[in-house]
């Protein structure tokens, strides 16, 4: 059984930094892109980030670019979103995803197989 739990979220101020991990377990995880979304209060659930089997391929979305970093550690079975200069605008359900892959980039919500269950962000001003 698939699963991806994520962890790290919690309540923060505008300027501040967070480092959200993704454990996953159940599945060979270096056959898998793993990814980061975030579904804002009241809004659709948007791509924030992607990474290949290894750290050398990435894909962000515009918001994300200069700010999160994506990495894997393929020995801990682990996915880390480090977000910097967090803003309001960032506050969120944080989601961590596994897609066994295909294209690259990797960046829509039907294209993932699994989903954790979400880790709350919130940014204050």
């Known amino acids: 059984q698939v699963r991806l739990v994520e962890s790290g979220g919690g309540l923060v101020q505008a300027g501040d930094s967070l480092t959200l991990p993704c454990a996953a377990s159940?599945?060979?995880?270096?056959?898998?892109?793993m990814g980061w979304f975030r579904q804002p209060p009241g809004k659709e659930r948007e791509f924030v980030a992607a990474i290949g089997w290894s750290n050398s391929m990435t894909d962000y979305a515009n918001s994300a670019k200069g700010r999160f970093t994506i990495s894997r550690d393929n020995d801990k079975n682990t996915v880390y979103l480090q977000m910097n200069s967090l803003k309001p605008e960032d506050t969120a359900i944080y989601y961590c995803?596994?897609?066994?892959?295909?294209?690259?980039?990797?960046?829509?919500?039907?294209?993932?197989?699994?989903w954790g269950q979400g880790t709350q962000v919130t940014v204050s001003s």
């Open positions: 995803a596994a897609t066994i892959g295909g294209r690259w980039p990797v960046d829509e919500v039907y294209e993932y197989d699994y």
């Open positions: 159940g599945l060979s995880f270096t056959s898998y892109t």
